[in-house]
């Protein structure tokens, strides 16, 4: 199995920035890809970004440019860093890991960490 316990959300001004990080655990060698979700109340969960195990990255489009996933494979630890942060930021954001064990896939959810983004 496999375990991702997400930190670095609170609160930040318009226009400041904060550096979420997602750290793995367990079966660490079937990752195929880790990744940024993020939901407000009454509305489904959005994907922000995503990181292969080649490191190959995905964005949401409307992000592209503001937020910037990366990886440390010493520490099995992925992060976003979210800058120049808007009051539409504001959400529950969660950390996915998704792979193959034992011919398997699995996907794991974290806890989800708060970011709220103040006018």
């Known amino acids: 199995q496999v375990q991702v316990v997400e930190s670095g959300g609170g609160l930040v001004q318009t226009g400041g920035s904060l550096r979420l990080s997602c750290a793995a655990s367990?079966?660490?060698?079937?990752?195929?890809?880790m990744g940024w979700f993020r939901q407000v109340p009454g509305k489904q969960r959005d994907m922000v970004a995503i990181?292969?195990?080649?490191?190959?990255?995905n964005y949401a489009t409307s992000l592209k440019g503001r937020f910037t996933i990366s990886r440390d494979n010493t520490k099995n630890t992925v992060y976003l860093q979210m800058n120049s942060l808007k009051p539409e930021d504001t959400a529950v954001y969660y950390c996915?890991?998704?792979?193959?064990?034992?011919?398997?896939?699995?996907?794991?959810w974290g806890q989800g960490t708060q970011v709220t983004v103040s006018s």
């Open positions: 996915h890991a998704a792979g193959v064990i034992a011919g398997r896939y699995f996907g794991s």
């Open positions: 367990g079966s660490i060698f079937s990752i195929n890809a």
């Open positions: 990181i292969t195990r080649n490191s190959t990255t």
